[in-house]
């Protein structure tokens, strides 16, 4: 199996080129963060990520996490530990954090560079920063000053770790179901008792921290039902005082994939937590955590794809097998010859370009949105990571599961062979489509909350931005007509889910899918423009693939958009059972 390499050059590309890196510097925050500091800080942790990540991946899926019932403990698997420690020693996780807590004060984009490079070197061990990462936002944002104090700065330099409790086993995707109850101490401290069961927990329990800061959906006495009626809690493993709180792991799952990922049942049975801002408010609270969490897995499906696409690749030069067209008689060519398997690495080629633009022009504007000078700036960012965030997270999730499906296409009957180690990438990928709300729920959450927004303008003027980078030429009226196909869609959606939201519902995926491939051609529309400026002909030819062969499909997609639901319910729930 290959080794993982950091597409340095890639990335630079994008930076340069797709988004714009040497102006988030000059933001007040940035100043120390110009380009040329960030490059040396990416080359040292690529090499940190090819050194240390990336050899233990392989143990991980094939050794995975272990659960001691004797002790309710997780142990991590072989290497774990030091990867971490080194991890933390080296202060990577602090880097986009504000330096008022230890952190070095970079932006979210770089952190979402570093983010790619970590997930491709190895997924499992991405998750635990990753969690960590999105409930210090979340403290940052909505902690009190005491609350800050105590947990931001050991989270930030990573002595600490955290996560995210929301799912029980009544309430995975319905949020409101949560029963997990807190009651105010009975030692009137200001503290309170949090009891019930959390399921899906990554990175619950393990050994690599000396403690975990748990962030709690749970209820209080009278409060209302469904989602408005949740609170959020901090309830650490450890105790100010030193002694273990009472929240237990009973159990990690046995997983398809993320096998070194532990994730964990939590058992809370009067476990001291601390009430985050008002009771309540939790769930306004933690969607600060889960949007900056959506974005990270949507990126996980290029992270996963630029791996996968590297393996495929590799294998691809190394595996000979018939002659191809115009091969010299009697010998057999490498399958990189071969027409088909030429189009599957482009369209690998291709999407991970496409997908690693639109998560970092994500990323950017979520930097603007923070740290912009210009009101009106930031309020345009905003609606920009609000409409963007679902479709990076379902459209790169799906198409990360695709290229690393590609990529055991590429090895033949080798990849369905779990030594060659790309089965892998796609039982690790499987499951970014359904953690952190289903690709489903992204795409009622953009059909039903994003278009509408401002009456659909700003859907409106993010078309407008895609048109202005028509390619022009031959490509020009392609590009066009795939835009005109999503305005259509749009305006369609808008105009039926005012008076049957069923039919937009049932239109929600494929026009997800529909903006995705848009999106991405307006990434690579821009991408065909600079190389072809840059004399860059590798990146002009798998922009043009892109717009030629893959951005077309969007038209496709109108029909089973603008359908309705008829179809979707003209059976009742027992005539769909196959086995009548």
Request: one cysteine or more.
């Amino acid at each position: 199996m290959a080794d993982y390499v950091a597409p340095l050059g890639d990335i630079r590309f994008a930076l340069e080129h797709l988004v714009d890196l040497a102006g988030l510097s000059k933001l007040p925050p940035f100043g120390h963060a110009d380009p040329e500091t960030v490059y040396g800080l990416l080359d040292e942790f690529a090499r940190f990520v090819s050194d240390v990540l990336a050899p233990i991946d392989r143990t991980g899926d094939t050794v995975g996490a272990t659960y001691d019932p004797a002790t309710s403990s997780v142990t991590t698997a072989p290497g774990w530990r030091d990867a971490y420690a080194r991890y933390v020693e080296a202060g990577w996780g602090s880097v986009p954090f504000e330096p008022d807590h230890g952190g070095g004060g970079f932006p979210w984009l770089v952190a979402i560079v570093m983010q790619e490079l970590m997930t491709s070197a190895n997924m499992s061990f991405s998750l635990c920063p990753l969690l960590t990462q999105g409930a210090i936002d979340m403290l940052t944002a909505h902690g009190s000053e005491e609350q800050q104090e105590r947990y931001l700065r050991p989270m930030v330099s990573g002595e600490w770790t955290g996560t995210m409790n929301l799912t029980e086993p009544q309430a995975g995707s319905d949020v409101g179901a949560v029963r997990t109850r807190a009651v105010p101490s009975p030692d009137d401290d200001g503290t309170w008792r949090i009891t019930g069961q959390k399921i899906f927990i990554t990175y619950g329990d393990h050994d690599m921290t000396d403690n975990i800061v748990h962030l709690v959906l749970a209820r209080v006495p009278d409060a209302p039902p469904g989602t408005k009626g949740i609170s959020c809690f901090v309830v650490p493993k450890v105790r100010e005082d030193g002694t273990r709180n009472a929240v237990r792991c009973i159990g990690i799952e046995h997983k398809m994939g993320i096998h070194a990922s532990p994730t964990c049942t939590l058992e809370y049975d009067d476990a001291t937590g601390y009430l985050i801002g008002e009771p309540n408010a939790g769930m306004r609270y933690m969607f600060t955590m889960m949007n900056i969490a959506r974005l990270s897995v949507g990126l996980s499906g290029l992270a996963i794809g630029e791996r996968s696409y590297q393996q495929a690749y590799d294998y691809a030069l190394e595996r000979r097998q018939g002659r191809a067209v115009g091969a010299p008689a009697g010998e057999s060519s490498a399958i990189v010859d071969h027409a088909d398997v030429r189009r599957m690495l482009l369209t690998m080629r291709s999407l991970v370009e496409a997908m690693r633009g639109l998560v970092y022009a994500n990323a950017e504007a979520v930097d603007r949105a923070r740290h912009s000078e210009d009101e009106t700036d930031r309020q345009h960012a905003q609606e920009v990571v609000d409409l963007l965030t679902p479709v990076t997270k379902a459209w790169c999730t799906d198409m990360g599961t695709e290229v690393a499906s590609l990529a055991v296409q590429v090895h033949g009957g080798m990849g369905y062979i779990e030594e060659t180690g790309i089965a892998q990438r796609y039982r690790d990928i499987r499951i970014a489509a359904i953690y952190e709300g289903t690709n489903g729920i992204q795409s009622m959450d953009l059909v039903a909350r994003k278009l509408p927004m401002r009456a659909g303008a700003v859907v409106d003027e993010f078309l407008r931005t895609v048109e202005q980078a028509d390619p022009g030429g031959d490509l020009s009226a392609g590009y066009r007509d795939a835009v005109a196909a999503v305005r259509e869609a749009t305006t369609w959606l808008l105009t039926n889910g005012a008076s049957d939201p069923n039919d937009a519902l049932a239109g929600a995926t494929p026009y997800l899918r529909m903006f995705g491939i848009v999106a991405g051609g307006w990434v690579m529309a821009r991408q065909l423009r600079a190389a072809q400026d840059a004399g860059d002909e590798r990146r002009a030819t798998s922009a043009r693939f892109y717009l030629t062969q893959l951005l077309p499909q969007a038209r496709g997609l109108l029909a089973a958009v603008t359908a309705g639901d008829d179809v979707l319910f003209a059976l009742t729930p027992d005539a769909l059972d196959s086995r009548r």
